[in-house]
């Protein structure tokens, strides 16, 4: 690859027809206070947001002081349907998202299992086709199933966002494979881990296995220093993506040395 | 009078409202919050015409964090 071109592909990517220099998808839930919350935004660099729907309380201001801060970061704001578990109420909520955030991007969360919050994939691929035909620009998390991944492609979805592991556990990459399998079955999509990453190495990883960007939250927001940490990510997203794009050497089965054999002063083979 | 469950919680209001006027009944001050009724959603622009009927479960959303 020339440097020219591999200095556009880090400089900038393209996705839900935005083109963003950071791959680094953030949320915005569990930081100690919003200044820390806005500072941590602010320190990872990330372009993209992801916020929430819940019950407004009446005589307050909507959103309240929350709302105000992220709309100051002037990023791109991706609201979720966290906490739905039927494409009915992804749907809805969906909707009601775009009418808020103002947006017809949305984060499609449908889930499955309470106890590990996995993703409904009938439900998620139900509710996807739906959403895409009312232009809805879906970013729909689901498991590293390569089959599922595919049925989401073929109703239309042009982000397929697989699990780490599961939502806030902080694992890291359970299945390296599977994701790499979906990377290779479909380079033409834009592919996003979310979930389950909980240190930078984990961020890393996923970026060294072609993947376009990673969203997390918990990995930064709980975090004993969530600024800093997300300044670690931010430089760990960087680093996957340059060593994914820089090509990594060929594994090998045996030892080779790096320092030049010929010259080698072998005294042990004159004793 | 009806009654209606609105997050949740039961209320009585008016007979034969819309949801603009329920939004101003409830004294809902500000915008930036979205509507469904009955898990549907109810667009901003369907508010005048969109009555509340006895028994309806409203949900008034609004941003939160998220992730």
Not at chain 1, 33 to 58: C, G, H
Request: proline share 4%.
């Amino acid at each position: 690859m020339k440097n020219e071109e591999l200095k556009i592909n880090s400089d900038e990517w393209e996705i839900g027809g935005k083109t963003l220099k950071s791959r680094l998808l953030i949320g915005s839930a569990l930081y100690p206070s919003p200044a820390n919350m806005e500072d941590a935004i602010k320190e990872s660099k990330a372009q993209i947001v992801t916020v929430a729907l819940r019950r407004q309380a009446a005589g307050e201001n909507a959103g309240g002081n929350f709302w105000n801060i992220i709309k100051a970061l002037n990023i791109h704001v991706l609201p979720n349907t966290a906490g739905c578990h039927s494409a009915k109420e992804a749907i809805t909520t969906a909707q009601m998202a775009r009418e808020v955030f103002d947006t017809n991007w949305i984060k499609l969360e449908v889930i499955g299992d309470q106890y590990n919050l996995q993703p409904d994939p009938f439900e998620t691929v139900k509710a996807a086709e739906t959403l895409i035909k009312e232009g809805f620009e879906v970013f729909p998390y689901t498991t590293d199933d390569l089959v599922v991944a595919k049925r989401l492609a073929d109703v239309g979805c042009k982000i397929i966002m697989p699990w780490g592991s599961m939502i806030g556990s902080g694992k890291g990459l359970m299945n390296p494979d599977n994701l790499l399998a979906i990377r290779k079955q479909f380079p033409e999509l834009k592919l996003i881990v979310d979930a389950g990453i909980g240190k930078p190495s984990h961020a890393t990883q996923a970026m060294e296995l072609g993947y376009d960007g990673v969203l997390l939250n918990s990995a930064i927001a709980l975090a004993q220093d969530p600024v800093k940490m997300a300044q670690a990510f931010r430089y760990a997203v960087e680093a996957g993506r340059f060593g994914y794009e820089s090509g990594t050497m060929q594994e090998r089965a045996f030892a080779s040395p790096s320092t030049p054999t010929v010259g080698t002063p072998f005294w042990h083979q004159f004793s | 009078m009806i009654k209606v469950s609105v997050n949740g919680e039961i209320k009585e209001i008016k007979e034969g409202l819309n949801v603009h006027q329920l939004i101003e009944a409830l004294e809902y001050k500000t915008k930036g919050f979205a509507v469904a009724i009955n898990t549907t959603f109810v667009s901003i622009k369907t508010y005048e015409t969109t009555i509340i009927n006895d028994g309806d479960s409203i949900e008034i959303l609004a941003p939160v964090q998220g992730g």
